[in-house]
Protein backbone atom coordinates (compact mmCIF):
# COMPACT_ATOMS: atom_id res chain seq x y z
CA UNK A 1 0.00 0.00 0.00
CA UNK A 2 0.94 3.70 -0.10
CA UNK A 3 4.06 5.18 1.81
CA UNK A 4 5.31 7.63 3.41
CA UNK A 5 8.48 9.50 4.32
CA UNK A 6 8.99 13.45 5.73
CA UNK A 7 11.99 15.19 7.04
CA UNK A 8 12.53 18.21 8.83
CA UNK A 9 15.84 19.35 9.86
CA UNK A 10 19.39 20.63 9.15
CA UNK A 11 20.57 18.26 6.62
CA UNK A 12 19.28 18.48 2.58
CA UNK A 13 16.17 15.94 2.68
CA UNK A 14 16.12 14.97 -0.92
CA UNK A 15 18.42 11.78 -0.48
CA UNK A 16 17.02 11.05 3.44
CA UNK A 17 13.32 11.09 1.02
CA UNK A 18 14.21 9.49 -1.67
CA UNK A 19 16.37 6.90 0.17
CA UNK A 20 13.19 5.90 2.43
CA UNK A 21 10.75 5.93 -0.47
CA UNK A 22 13.37 2.70 -1.99
CA UNK A 23 12.71 1.08 1.77
CA UNK A 24 8.84 1.46 1.17
CA UNK A 25 8.62 -0.61 -2.24
CA UNK A 26 8.48 -3.64 -0.95
CA UNK A 27 4.77 -2.69 0.41
CA UNK A 28 3.29 -2.41 -3.08
CA UNK A 29 3.18 1.04 -5.26
CA UNK A 30 2.71 2.40 -9.00
CA UNK A 31 3.35 5.83 -9.02
CA UNK A 32 5.94 8.03 -6.37
CA UNK A 33 6.42 12.01 -5.88
CA UNK A 34 7.89 14.42 -3.59
CA UNK A 35 7.71 18.06 -2.41
CA UNK A 36 9.41 20.24 -1.40
CA UNK A 37 10.13 23.97 0.68
CA UNK A 38 13.08 26.01 -0.33
CA UNK A 39 13.37 29.66 -0.33
CA UNK A 40 9.38 30.18 -0.07
CA UNK A 41 8.63 28.30 -3.03
CA UNK A 42 7.15 24.60 -3.10
CA UNK A 43 9.05 22.02 -5.40
CA UNK A 44 6.39 19.21 -6.25
CA UNK A 45 7.72 16.38 -8.67
CA UNK A 46 6.03 13.15 -9.35
CA UNK A 47 6.07 10.21 -11.44
CA UNK A 48 3.98 7.00 -12.38
CA UNK A 49 5.61 4.07 -11.82
CA UNK A 50 8.79 3.34 -9.89
CA UNK A 51 10.38 5.04 -7.29
CA UNK A 52 13.65 4.83 -10.54
CA UNK A 53 11.45 6.58 -12.86
CA UNK A 54 11.56 9.51 -10.37
CA UNK A 55 14.86 9.66 -9.61
CA UNK A 56 15.55 9.38 -13.34
CA UNK A 57 12.83 12.60 -13.68
CA UNK A 58 14.74 14.23 -10.89
CA UNK A 59 18.00 13.92 -12.38
CA UNK A 60 17.45 16.80 -14.77
CA UNK A 61 18.09 18.57 -12.09
CA UNK A 62 21.57 17.75 -12.09
CA UNK A 63 21.43 17.29 -8.14
CA UNK A 64 20.20 20.64 -7.68
CA UNK A 65 17.09 19.97 -5.63
CA UNK A 66 18.06 20.68 -2.09
CA UNK A 67 15.57 21.35 1.29
CA UNK A 68 15.44 21.17 4.45
CA UNK A 69 11.71 20.61 4.50
CA UNK A 70 10.13 18.02 2.82
CA UNK A 71 7.86 14.96 2.20
CA UNK A 72 7.60 11.72 -0.44
CA UNK A 73 5.19 9.11 -1.19
CA UNK A 74 4.62 6.02 -3.13
CA UNK A 75 0.81 5.74 -4.18
CA UNK A 76 -1.09 2.62 -4.73
CA UNK A 77 -3.79 3.45 -6.82
CA UNK A 78 -7.30 3.27 -5.16
CA UNK A 79 -9.07 6.31 -6.76
CA UNK A 80 -8.06 7.46 -10.32
CA UNK A 81 -5.67 5.35 -12.47
CA UNK A 82 -1.78 5.40 -11.93
CA UNK A 83 -0.29 8.20 -13.61
CA UNK A 84 1.58 11.53 -13.10
CA UNK A 85 -1.33 13.62 -11.92
CA UNK A 86 -2.98 11.71 -9.58
CA UNK A 87 0.31 10.54 -7.96
CA UNK A 88 0.77 12.48 -4.35
CA UNK A 89 1.89 15.11 -3.22
CA UNK A 90 -1.01 17.15 -4.00
CA UNK A 91 -1.73 20.95 -3.17
CA UNK A 92 -4.75 23.09 -2.50
CA UNK A 93 -5.92 25.62 -5.60
CA UNK A 94 -3.66 28.47 -4.58
CA UNK A 95 -0.93 25.67 -3.77
CA UNK A 96 -0.42 26.99 -0.69
CA UNK A 97 -0.18 23.72 1.06
CA UNK A 98 0.81 20.31 -0.09
CA UNK A 99 -0.44 16.83 1.40
CA UNK A 100 0.35 12.99 1.05
CA UNK A 101 -2.29 10.43 2.17
CA UNK A 102 -2.24 6.93 2.77
CA UNK A 103 -5.67 5.58 3.38
CA UNK A 104 -9.39 6.50 1.68
CA UNK A 105 -11.52 9.57 2.35
CA UNK A 106 -14.84 8.37 2.05
CA UNK A 107 -17.23 11.20 1.72
CA UNK A 108 -14.61 13.16 -0.63
CA UNK A 109 -17.48 13.38 -3.17
CA UNK A 110 -19.61 15.29 -1.22
CA UNK A 111 -17.17 17.44 0.11
CA UNK A 112 -15.57 17.77 -3.54
CA UNK A 113 -19.23 19.12 -5.10
CA UNK A 114 -19.22 21.45 -2.67
CA UNK A 115 -16.15 23.30 -3.41
CA UNK A 116 -16.77 22.89 -7.16
CA UNK A 117 -20.02 25.47 -6.37
CA UNK A 118 -17.43 27.20 -4.37
CA UNK A 119 -15.48 27.68 -7.61
CA UNK A 120 -12.59 25.05 -6.69
CA UNK A 121 -11.46 22.74 -9.57
CA UNK A 122 -9.17 20.22 -9.06
CA UNK A 123 -6.90 18.15 -11.71
CA UNK A 124 -6.88 14.70 -10.42
CA UNK A 125 -9.23 12.25 -9.53
CA UNK A 126 -8.04 11.68 -6.65
CA UNK A 127 -9.70 12.02 -3.50
CA UNK A 128 -6.27 13.43 -1.81
CA UNK A 129 -7.02 16.57 -3.88
CA UNK A 130 -10.30 17.07 -2.29
CA UNK A 131 -8.76 16.82 1.44
CA UNK A 132 -5.64 19.12 0.06
CA UNK A 133 -8.20 21.76 -1.22
CA UNK A 134 -10.41 21.16 1.97
CA UNK A 135 -7.04 21.67 4.24
CA UNK A 136 -6.62 24.40 1.86
CA UNK A 137 -9.79 26.76 2.68
CA UNK A 138 -9.33 25.86 6.38
CA UNK A 139 -5.71 27.69 6.18
CA UNK A 140 -7.42 30.83 4.44
CA UNK A 141 -9.68 30.83 7.54
CA UNK A 142 -6.57 30.00 10.40
CA UNK A 143 -3.61 31.25 9.00
CA UNK A 144 -2.40 27.99 10.99
CA UNK A 145 -1.37 25.38 9.34
CA UNK A 146 -2.10 22.88 12.52
CA UNK A 147 -5.67 24.56 13.11
CA UNK A 148 -6.09 24.00 9.00
CA UNK A 149 -5.76 20.16 9.23
CA UNK A 150 -7.62 19.92 12.21
CA UNK A 151 -10.96 21.62 11.03
CA UNK A 152 -10.50 19.71 8.23
CA UNK A 153 -9.99 16.79 9.18
CA UNK A 154 -12.97 16.88 11.71
CA UNK A 155 -15.22 16.79 8.66
CA UNK A 156 -13.45 14.02 6.59
CA UNK A 157 -15.19 10.43 7.29
CA UNK A 158 -12.52 7.57 6.13
CA UNK A 159 -9.09 6.61 6.95
CA UNK A 160 -6.02 8.67 7.02
CA UNK A 161 -2.32 8.56 7.29
CA UNK A 162 -1.85 12.16 6.24
CA UNK A 163 1.15 14.87 6.28
CA UNK A 164 1.14 18.15 4.99
CA UNK A 165 3.48 21.37 4.54
CA UNK A 166 2.53 24.81 4.42
CA UNK A 167 4.60 27.16 2.45
CA UNK A 168 4.36 30.15 4.95
CA UNK A 169 5.41 27.84 7.64
CA UNK A 170 8.35 25.91 6.53
CA UNK A 171 9.70 25.12 9.97
CA UNK A 172 7.03 22.62 10.43
CA UNK A 173 5.16 19.08 9.24
CA UNK A 174 1.22 17.99 10.52
CA UNK A 175 0.92 14.63 10.78
CA UNK A 176 -2.60 12.97 11.35
CA UNK A 177 -3.57 9.51 11.65
CA UNK A 178 -6.89 7.46 11.66
CA UNK A 179 -6.84 3.91 10.38
CA UNK A 180 -3.99 3.91 8.49
CA UNK A 181 -0.31 3.35 10.54
CA UNK A 182 2.17 6.71 11.20
CA UNK A 183 4.97 6.86 13.19
CA UNK A 184 7.29 9.90 14.10
CA UNK A 185 11.14 9.38 14.35
CA UNK A 186 12.97 11.67 16.83
CA UNK A 187 16.22 12.45 15.87
CA UNK A 188 19.22 14.60 16.91
CA UNK A 189 17.87 18.18 16.22
CA UNK A 190 16.27 16.67 13.16
CA UNK A 191 12.86 14.77 12.73
CA UNK A 192 10.59 12.29 10.60
CA UNK A 193 7.59 11.06 9.80
CA UNK A 194 6.79 7.68 8.07
CA UNK A 195 4.08 4.79 7.29
CA UNK A 196 6.63 2.17 8.37
CA UNK A 197 9.87 2.27 10.51
CA UNK A 198 11.96 0.80 7.39
CA UNK A 199 11.73 4.09 6.01
CA UNK A 200 13.79 5.76 8.68
CA UNK A 201 15.40 3.32 10.86
CA UNK A 202 19.33 4.30 8.80
CA UNK A 203 18.46 7.59 10.11
CA UNK A 204 17.10 6.85 14.14
CA UNK A 205 15.48 4.39 16.23
CA UNK A 206 13.86 6.36 18.41
CA UNK A 207 9.90 6.21 17.51
CA UNK A 208 6.82 7.33 18.56
CA UNK A 209 3.92 5.84 17.27
CA UNK A 210 0.64 7.79 16.46
CA UNK A 211 -2.50 6.66 17.70
CA UNK A 212 -6.17 7.07 15.65
CA UNK A 213 -7.82 10.73 16.24
CA UNK A 214 -3.92 11.81 16.81
CA UNK A 215 -2.45 14.85 15.11
CA UNK A 216 1.51 15.84 15.53
CA UNK A 217 3.15 19.25 15.07
CA UNK A 218 6.59 18.29 14.12
CA UNK A 219 9.68 20.96 14.00
CA UNK A 220 13.29 20.32 13.92
CA UNK A 221 14.30 20.18 17.14
CA UNK A 222 10.64 18.85 18.99
CA UNK A 223 6.81 18.00 18.55
CA UNK A 224 3.36 18.59 20.07
CA UNK A 225 0.40 15.72 19.91
CA UNK A 226 -2.75 16.49 20.43
CA UNK A 227 -6.32 15.37 19.36
CA UNK A 228 -8.20 16.55 16.57
CA UNK A 229 -10.06 18.85 18.77
CA UNK A 230 -7.05 20.22 20.23
CA UNK A 231 -6.31 18.29 23.36
CA UNK A 232 -2.78 18.12 24.17
CA UNK A 233 -1.61 14.27 24.61
CA UNK A 234 1.90 13.39 26.09
CA UNK A 235 3.13 10.09 24.10
CA UNK A 236 5.97 7.90 24.82
CA UNK A 237 9.40 7.39 22.72
CA UNK A 238 10.01 3.48 21.94
CA UNK A 239 12.90 1.79 20.29
CA UNK A 240 12.78 0.07 17.28
CA UNK A 241 13.40 -3.46 17.32
CA UNK A 242 15.17 -4.41 14.34
CA UNK A 243 17.97 -3.96 12.92
CA UNK A 244 19.06 -2.69 9.27
CA UNK A 245 20.38 -5.85 7.99
CA UNK A 246 16.89 -7.20 8.05
CA UNK A 247 15.09 -5.45 5.82
CA UNK A 248 18.54 -5.70 3.52
CA UNK A 249 18.23 -8.48 0.83
CA UNK A 250 21.78 -9.91 2.26
CA UNK A 251 23.21 -11.51 -0.97
CA UNK A 252 20.26 -13.31 -2.04
CA UNK A 253 18.41 -12.17 -5.23
CA UNK A 254 14.99 -11.44 -3.79
CA UNK A 255 13.87 -10.64 -0.34
CA UNK A 256 10.95 -13.03 -0.82
CA UNK A 257 13.95 -16.41 -1.08
CA UNK A 258 16.31 -14.58 1.76
CA UNK A 259 13.23 -14.99 4.04
CA UNK A 260 12.13 -18.64 2.69
CA UNK A 261 15.65 -19.59 3.99
CA UNK A 262 15.29 -17.35 6.94
CA UNK A 263 13.05 -19.94 8.49
CA UNK A 264 14.86 -22.24 10.09
CA UNK A 265 16.00 -19.54 12.46
CA UNK A 266 12.36 -17.63 12.37
CA UNK A 267 10.84 -20.65 13.69
CA UNK A 268 13.24 -21.27 16.27
CA UNK A 269 12.83 -17.72 17.01
CA UNK A 270 8.99 -17.83 17.58
CA UNK A 271 9.73 -20.84 20.46
CA UNK A 272 13.10 -19.30 22.11
CA UNK A 273 11.68 -18.68 25.71
CA UNK A 274 8.83 -19.93 25.43
CA UNK A 275 8.86 -23.03 25.11
CA UNK A 276 10.25 -25.84 27.86
CA UNK A 277 11.28 -28.93 25.88
CA UNK A 278 12.16 -30.86 28.73
CA UNK A 279 8.82 -30.01 30.90
CA UNK A 280 6.51 -30.11 27.74
CA UNK A 281 5.28 -26.81 28.55
CA UNK A 282 4.97 -23.22 27.67
CA UNK A 283 5.30 -19.90 28.84
CA UNK A 284 3.16 -17.32 26.53
CA UNK A 285 3.70 -13.55 28.98
CA UNK A 286 1.21 -11.64 26.12
CA UNK A 287 -1.52 -14.29 27.17
CA UNK A 288 -0.68 -14.38 30.91
CA UNK A 289 -3.31 -11.58 32.12
CA UNK A 290 -5.73 -13.78 29.80
CA UNK A 291 -5.29 -16.89 30.71
CA UNK A 292 -8.47 -17.40 32.97
CA UNK A 293 -10.71 -15.88 29.49
CA UNK A 294 -8.83 -18.46 27.32
CA UNK A 295 -9.28 -21.58 30.17
CA UNK A 296 -13.08 -21.06 30.51
CA UNK A 297 -13.63 -19.61 26.60
CA UNK A 298 -16.83 -21.35 25.24
CA UNK A 299 -15.07 -20.95 21.68
CA UNK A 300 -12.56 -19.77 19.67
CA UNK A 301 -13.18 -17.61 16.33
CA UNK A 302 -9.91 -16.88 14.67
CA UNK A 303 -10.43 -13.98 12.00
CA UNK A 304 -7.56 -12.87 8.98
CA UNK A 305 -7.34 -12.38 5.72
CA UNK A 306 -5.31 -14.27 2.86
CA UNK A 307 -2.16 -16.25 4.21
CA UNK A 308 -3.10 -14.94 7.52
CA UNK A 309 -6.40 -16.68 7.54
CA UNK A 310 -4.20 -19.75 5.56
CA UNK A 311 -2.57 -20.27 9.14
CA UNK A 312 -5.90 -19.54 10.71
CA UNK A 313 -7.65 -22.82 9.15
CA UNK A 314 -3.91 -24.70 10.65
CA UNK A 315 -4.82 -23.52 14.30
CA UNK A 316 -8.59 -24.66 13.98
CA UNK A 317 -7.32 -28.20 13.94
CA UNK A 318 -4.50 -27.58 16.72
CA UNK A 319 -7.30 -25.95 18.76
CA UNK A 320 -10.13 -28.58 18.30
CA UNK A 321 -8.01 -31.54 18.13
CA UNK A 322 -5.41 -31.12 20.38
CA UNK A 323 -6.94 -28.66 22.76
CA UNK A 324 -10.58 -29.63 22.35
CA UNK A 325 -12.07 -26.33 21.82
CA UNK A 326 -14.48 -25.62 19.52
CA UNK A 327 -12.98 -22.91 17.02
CA UNK A 328 -14.34 -21.42 13.70
CA UNK A 329 -12.07 -19.21 11.10
CA UNK A 330 -13.91 -16.27 9.47
CA UNK A 331 -12.29 -14.44 6.78
CA UNK A 332 -12.27 -10.75 8.79
CA UNK A 333 -13.54 -9.06 5.59
CA UNK A 334 -16.97 -11.12 6.04
CA UNK A 335 -16.69 -11.31 9.81
CA UNK A 336 -17.36 -7.37 9.96
CA UNK A 337 -20.07 -7.13 8.02
CA UNK A 338 -22.41 -10.00 8.93
CA UNK A 339 -23.12 -9.55 12.74
CA UNK A 340 -21.96 -12.38 14.04
CA UNK A 341 -23.45 -13.48 17.10
CA UNK A 342 -20.28 -13.03 19.66
CA UNK A 343 -20.55 -13.20 23.57
CA UNK A 344 -18.33 -12.37 26.55
CA UNK A 345 -17.20 -16.06 26.66
CA UNK A 346 -15.42 -15.69 22.98
CA UNK A 347 -12.16 -15.85 22.36
CA UNK A 348 -11.22 -13.82 19.58
CA UNK A 349 -7.73 -14.50 17.48
CA UNK A 350 -6.65 -11.81 14.90
CA UNK A 351 -3.62 -13.20 12.53
CA UNK A 352 -1.98 -10.88 10.98
CA UNK A 353 1.85 -10.28 9.95
CA UNK A 354 1.39 -6.37 9.37
CA UNK A 355 -0.86 -5.62 12.39
CA UNK A 356 -2.46 -2.82 10.08
CA UNK A 357 -5.02 -5.30 7.69
CA UNK A 358 -8.14 -3.07 7.61
CA UNK A 359 -10.44 -5.93 7.68
CA UNK A 360 -8.99 -7.64 10.48
CA UNK A 361 -8.63 -4.51 12.28
CA UNK A 362 -12.20 -3.70 12.51
CA UNK A 363 -13.28 -7.08 13.05
CA UNK A 364 -11.32 -6.82 16.12
CA UNK A 365 -12.76 -4.07 17.26
CA UNK A 366 -16.87 -5.58 16.00
CA UNK A 367 -15.56 -8.20 18.29
CA UNK A 368 -14.27 -6.30 21.11
CA UNK A 369 -17.26 -4.43 20.61
CA UNK A 370 -19.58 -7.17 21.29
CA UNK A 371 -18.11 -8.15 24.63
CA UNK A 372 -15.28 -10.86 23.29
CA UNK A 373 -11.90 -10.86 24.32
CA UNK A 374 -9.41 -9.82 21.64
CA UNK A 375 -6.23 -11.29 21.19
CA UNK A 376 -3.43 -10.75 18.48
CA UNK A 377 -0.65 -12.90 16.70
CA UNK A 378 0.91 -10.16 14.90
CA UNK A 379 4.28 -10.10 13.47
CA UNK A 380 5.12 -6.38 13.42
CA UNK A 381 5.77 -5.07 17.10
CA UNK A 382 3.64 -1.48 18.17
CA UNK A 383 1.28 -2.03 15.28
CA UNK A 384 -2.47 -1.26 14.90
CA UNK A 385 -3.87 -5.00 15.67
CA UNK A 386 -1.44 -5.27 18.37
CA UNK A 387 -2.18 -2.23 20.43
CA UNK A 388 -5.55 -2.72 20.26
CA UNK A 389 -5.58 -6.11 21.25
CA UNK A 390 -5.95 -7.50 25.09
CA UNK A 391 -3.02 -9.43 24.85
CA UNK A 392 -1.68 -11.60 22.54
CA UNK A 393 1.89 -13.20 20.85
CA UNK A 394 4.24 -11.89 18.33
CA UNK A 395 5.58 -13.94 16.21
CA UNK A 396 9.02 -12.76 15.76
CA UNK A 397 9.90 -13.38 12.36
CA UNK A 398 11.29 -9.55 12.09
CA UNK A 399 10.67 -7.70 9.20
CA UNK A 400 8.84 -9.17 6.23
CA UNK A 401 9.48 -7.31 2.59
CA UNK A 402 8.36 -9.98 0.24
CA UNK A 403 5.05 -9.36 -0.57
CA UNK A 404 4.64 -12.40 -0.97
CA UNK A 405 4.11 -14.02 2.72
CA UNK A 406 6.65 -17.09 3.69
CA UNK A 407 8.34 -16.87 7.00
CA UNK A 408 5.21 -14.96 8.85
CA UNK A 409 3.38 -18.03 7.44
CA UNK A 410 5.38 -20.71 9.47
CA UNK A 411 5.86 -18.75 12.40
CA UNK A 412 2.17 -17.78 13.27
CA UNK A 413 1.78 -21.82 12.55
CA UNK A 414 4.55 -21.89 15.55
CA UNK A 415 2.97 -19.55 17.49
CA UNK A 416 -0.63 -21.84 16.90
CA UNK A 417 0.97 -24.57 18.16
CA UNK A 418 3.07 -22.93 21.60
CA UNK A 419 -0.69 -21.58 22.40
CA UNK A 420 -2.24 -25.15 21.26
CA UNK A 421 0.43 -26.76 23.84
CA UNK A 422 -0.29 -24.33 26.75
CA UNK A 423 -4.08 -24.77 26.29
CA UNK A 424 -3.62 -28.48 26.11
CA UNK A 425 -1.68 -28.86 29.03
CA UNK A 426 -3.67 -26.56 31.44
CA UNK A 427 -7.05 -27.93 30.14
CA UNK A 428 -5.58 -31.47 30.91
CA UNK A 429 -6.71 -32.27 26.94
CA UNK A 430 -3.14 -34.53 26.76
CA UNK A 431 -1.09 -35.83 29.75
CA UNK A 432 2.32 -34.95 30.69
CA UNK A 433 4.17 -37.47 28.45
CA UNK A 434 2.73 -36.48 25.39
CA UNK A 435 2.88 -32.82 25.58
CA UNK A 436 6.76 -33.72 26.77
CA UNK A 437 6.67 -35.78 22.85
CA UNK A 438 4.95 -32.48 21.23
CA UNK A 439 7.44 -30.12 23.07
CA UNK A 440 10.17 -32.44 21.27
CA UNK A 441 8.81 -32.75 18.05
CA UNK A 442 8.09 -28.70 17.83
CA UNK A 443 11.48 -28.17 18.68
CA UNK A 444 13.02 -30.33 15.92
CA UNK A 445 10.65 -28.53 13.10
CA UNK A 446 13.61 -25.68 12.31
CA UNK A 447 16.31 -28.58 11.66
CA UNK A 448 13.53 -30.20 9.20
CA UNK A 449 12.69 -27.36 7.86
CA UNK A 450 16.82 -26.76 7.44
CA UNK A 451 16.70 -30.39 5.52
CA UNK A 452 13.94 -29.67 3.34
CA UNK A 453 16.02 -26.17 1.80
CA UNK A 454 19.27 -27.81 1.41
CA UNK A 455 17.47 -30.85 -0.51
CA UNK A 456 14.73 -29.91 -2.13
CA UNK A 457 15.95 -26.54 -4.03
CA UNK A 458 17.49 -28.70 -6.95
CA UNK A 459 14.82 -30.22 -7.93
CA UNK A 460 12.17 -27.85 -7.58
CA UNK A 461 13.81 -25.39 -9.52
CA UNK A 462 13.83 -28.52 -12.07
CA UNK A 463 10.18 -28.87 -11.63
CA UNK A 464 9.59 -24.87 -12.47
CA UNK A 465 10.99 -25.36 -15.40
CA UNK A 466 9.08 -28.18 -16.48
CA UNK A 467 5.51 -26.93 -15.49
CA UNK A 468 6.56 -22.96 -16.18
CA UNK A 469 4.00 -22.41 -19.42
CA UNK A 470 1.27 -23.99 -17.68
CA UNK A 471 -1.91 -21.59 -17.48
CA UNK A 472 -3.46 -23.48 -14.34
CA UNK A 473 -2.58 -25.64 -11.28
CA UNK A 474 -4.42 -27.72 -8.37
CA UNK A 475 -3.12 -28.00 -5.21
CA UNK A 476 -4.88 -30.99 -3.31
CA UNK A 477 -4.48 -31.40 0.68
CA UNK A 478 -6.45 -32.93 3.41
CA UNK A 479 -6.81 -32.43 7.17
CA UNK A 480 -4.21 -29.38 8.32
CA UNK A 481 -2.57 -30.05 5.08
CA UNK A 482 -5.62 -28.39 2.94
CA UNK A 483 -4.71 -25.37 4.25
CA UNK A 484 -1.39 -26.04 2.97
CA UNK A 485 -2.81 -26.58 -0.58
CA UNK A 486 -4.38 -23.43 -0.50
CA UNK A 487 -1.42 -21.68 0.37
CA UNK A 488 0.65 -23.76 -2.14
CA UNK A 489 -2.02 -21.79 -4.62
CA UNK A 490 -2.02 -18.43 -3.20
CA UNK A 491 1.50 -18.26 -3.19
CA UNK A 492 1.81 -19.47 -6.97
CA UNK A 493 -0.97 -17.11 -8.11
CA UNK A 494 0.61 -14.13 -6.19
CA UNK A 495 4.02 -14.21 -7.68
CA UNK A 496 3.56 -15.82 -11.24
CA UNK A 497 0.29 -15.04 -12.24
CA UNK A 498 -0.88 -18.76 -12.86
CA UNK A 499 -4.36 -19.56 -12.12
CA UNK A 500 -4.19 -22.11 -9.28
CA UNK A 501 -6.89 -23.39 -6.83
CA UNK A 502 -6.35 -25.45 -3.53
CA UNK A 503 -9.12 -27.66 -2.52
CA UNK A 504 -9.29 -30.72 -0.08
CA UNK A 505 -8.35 -33.81 -1.94
CA UNK A 506 -11.76 -35.44 -1.15
CA UNK A 507 -13.83 -32.84 -2.86
CA UNK A 508 -11.69 -32.79 -6.45
CA UNK A 509 -14.58 -35.57 -7.48
CA UNK A 510 -17.56 -32.90 -6.58
CA UNK A 511 -16.62 -30.97 -9.47
CA UNK A 512 -12.60 -29.81 -10.05
CA UNK A 513 -12.28 -33.55 -11.19
CA UNK A 514 -13.70 -31.91 -14.89
CA UNK A 515 -10.50 -30.06 -15.44
CA UNK A 516 -8.17 -32.89 -15.05
CA UNK A 517 -6.16 -34.57 -18.23
CA UNK A 518 -2.78 -34.35 -19.76
CA UNK A 519 -2.23 -30.51 -18.92
CA UNK A 520 -3.34 -30.48 -15.51
CA UNK A 521 -0.66 -30.43 -12.78
CA UNK A 522 -1.61 -31.51 -9.39
CA UNK A 523 -0.18 -30.76 -6.27
CA UNK A 524 -0.65 -32.96 -3.86
CA UNK A 525 0.63 -32.46 -0.22
CA UNK A 526 0.49 -36.20 1.14
CA UNK A 527 2.22 -37.03 4.14
CA UNK A 528 2.00 -40.57 5.54
CA UNK A 529 -0.35 -39.68 7.95
CA UNK A 530 -3.71 -41.49 9.26
CA UNK A 531 -5.30 -40.38 6.23
CA UNK A 532 -2.98 -41.19 3.44
CA UNK A 533 -4.48 -43.76 2.02
CA UNK A 534 -7.55 -42.04 1.63
CA UNK A 535 -5.21 -39.53 -0.33
CA UNK A 536 -3.58 -41.99 -2.08
CA UNK A 537 -6.89 -42.76 -3.67
CA UNK A 538 -7.31 -39.31 -5.13
CA UNK A 539 -4.13 -39.92 -6.61
CA UNK A 540 -5.36 -42.65 -7.90
CA UNK A 541 -7.70 -40.70 -9.60
CA UNK A 542 -6.08 -37.88 -11.11
CA UNK A 543 -3.47 -40.45 -12.75
CA UNK A 544 -6.68 -42.19 -14.29
CA UNK A 545 -7.30 -39.08 -16.18
CA UNK A 546 -3.74 -38.44 -17.02
CA UNK A 547 -3.51 -35.39 -14.76
CA UNK A 548 0.85 -34.84 -14.25
CA UNK A 549 1.28 -35.31 -10.40
CA UNK A 550 3.46 -33.71 -7.86
CA UNK A 551 3.33 -35.19 -4.68
CA UNK A 552 5.14 -33.57 -1.45
CA UNK A 553 5.44 -36.79 0.31
CA UNK A 554 7.81 -38.40 3.47
CA UNK A 555 10.87 -39.67 2.84
CA UNK A 556 10.23 -43.47 3.94
CA UNK A 557 6.73 -43.40 1.11
CA UNK A 558 7.87 -46.29 -0.99
CA UNK A 559 3.89 -46.29 -2.66
CA UNK A 560 4.29 -42.43 -3.61
CA UNK A 561 6.73 -43.17 -6.75
CA UNK A 562 4.46 -45.35 -8.89
CA UNK A 563 1.68 -42.55 -9.16
CA UNK A 564 3.49 -39.32 -8.91
CA UNK A 565 5.31 -38.08 -11.55
CA UNK A 566 7.21 -35.86 -9.41
CA UNK A 567 8.14 -36.56 -5.53
CA UNK A 568 9.49 -34.27 -3.18
CA UNK A 569 10.43 -35.70 -0.13
CA UNK A 570 10.00 -34.36 3.12
CA UNK A 571 11.04 -35.57 6.93
CA UNK A 572 7.74 -36.97 8.51
CA UNK A 573 6.37 -34.61 11.53
CA UNK A 574 3.92 -34.93 13.76
CA UNK A 575 0.47 -34.30 12.18
CA UNK A 576 -0.48 -31.04 13.31
CA UNK A 577 2.40 -29.48 12.89
CA UNK A 578 3.44 -30.96 9.29
CA UNK A 579 2.36 -27.97 7.94
CA UNK A 580 5.29 -25.95 8.72
CA UNK A 581 7.28 -28.44 6.98
CA UNK A 582 5.22 -29.12 4.41
CA UNK A 583 4.53 -25.57 2.84
CA UNK A 584 8.15 -25.14 2.72
CA UNK A 585 8.91 -27.01 -1.17
CA UNK A 586 5.44 -25.37 -2.39
CA UNK A 587 7.30 -21.81 -1.23
CA UNK A 588 9.86 -23.05 -3.46
CA UNK A 589 8.02 -23.94 -6.42
CA UNK A 590 6.34 -20.51 -6.40
CA UNK A 591 9.50 -18.74 -6.40
CA UNK A 592 11.21 -20.78 -8.95
CA UNK A 593 8.39 -20.79 -11.08
CA UNK A 594 8.26 -16.72 -10.75
CA UNK A 595 11.60 -16.52 -11.48
CA UNK A 596 11.23 -18.83 -14.47
CA UNK A 597 8.70 -16.67 -15.50
CA UNK A 598 10.66 -13.73 -15.35
CA UNK A 599 7.86 -11.79 -13.05
CA UNK A 600 8.91 -9.35 -10.08
CA UNK A 601 8.77 -11.54 -7.13
CA UNK A 602 9.49 -9.05 -4.46
CA UNK A 603 6.78 -6.67 -5.81
CA UNK A 604 4.13 -8.75 -7.88
CA UNK A 605 1.52 -6.41 -10.04
CA UNK A 606 -1.63 -5.08 -8.12
CA UNK A 607 -0.49 -6.70 -4.34
CA UNK A 608 0.29 -4.40 -1.83
CA UNK A 609 2.11 -5.71 1.68
CA UNK A 610 0.14 -3.95 4.26
CA UNK A 611 -3.75 -4.05 2.89
CA UNK A 612 -4.91 -1.10 5.00
CA UNK A 613 -8.19 0.02 3.09
CA UNK A 614 -11.44 -2.04 2.83
C1 LIG B 1 -0.14 -13.45 0.83
C2 LIG B 1 -0.25 -12.24 1.59
C3 LIG B 1 -1.61 -11.72 1.92
C4 LIG B 1 -1.66 -11.38 3.41
C5 LIG B 1 -2.98 -10.70 3.76
C6 LIG B 1 -3.08 -10.44 5.25
O1 LIG B 1 1.18 -13.76 0.53
O2 LIG B 1 0.72 -11.68 1.97
O3 LIG B 1 -2.61 -12.63 1.57
O4 LIG B 1 -1.50 -12.57 4.13
O5 LIG B 1 -3.09 -9.51 3.06
O6 LIG B 1 -2.04 -9.64 5.67
P1 LIG B 1 -1.63 -9.53 7.20
O7 LIG B 1 -1.13 -10.87 7.62
O8 LIG B 1 -0.59 -8.47 7.24
O9 LIG B 1 -2.86 -9.16 7.96
Not at 85 to 103: K, M, Q, S, W, Y
Not at 223 to 247: A, C, G, H, N
Not at 301 to 315: D, E, Q
Not at 446 to 469: M, W
Request: glycine residues 8%; hydrophobic residues 40%; aromatic residues 6%.
Amino acid sequence: MCGIVGYIGPRNCVPIILEGLRRLEYRGYDSAGIALVKDGVFRVEKKAGKVADLVNHLNQFNGSLSAQLGMGHTRWATHGEPNDVNAHPHCDGEARIAIIHNGIIENYASIKTKLTREGHTFKSATDTEVLAHLIGEMYKRTNDICSAVRLALAEVQGTYGLVVIALNEPDKIIAARRGSPLIIGVGDGENFVASDAAAIVDHTRHVIYLEDGEVAEITASGLRTMTIDDEQIEKEIEEVTFELSQIERGGYDHFMLKEIHEQPDTIMNAMRGRLQVEEGNVVLGGLRDVHDKLMNARRIIITACGTSWHAGLVGEYLFEEVARIPTEVEYASEFRYRNPVITKDDVVFLISQSGETADTLAAGREAKAKGATVLGIVNVVGSSIARESSGGVYVHAGPEIGVASTKAFTSQLTVLSLITLMLARSRNTIDKTHAQVLAREMYAIPEKVKYVLENTTDQIKEIAEEFKRVQNFLYLGRGANFPVALEGALKLKEISYIHAEGYPAAEMKHGPIALIDENMPVVFVVPKDGIYEKVMSNLQEVKARRGRIIAIANEDDTEIDKLADFVVRVPRTYGYFGPIVNIIPLQLLSYYMAVARETNVDQPRNLAKSVTVE
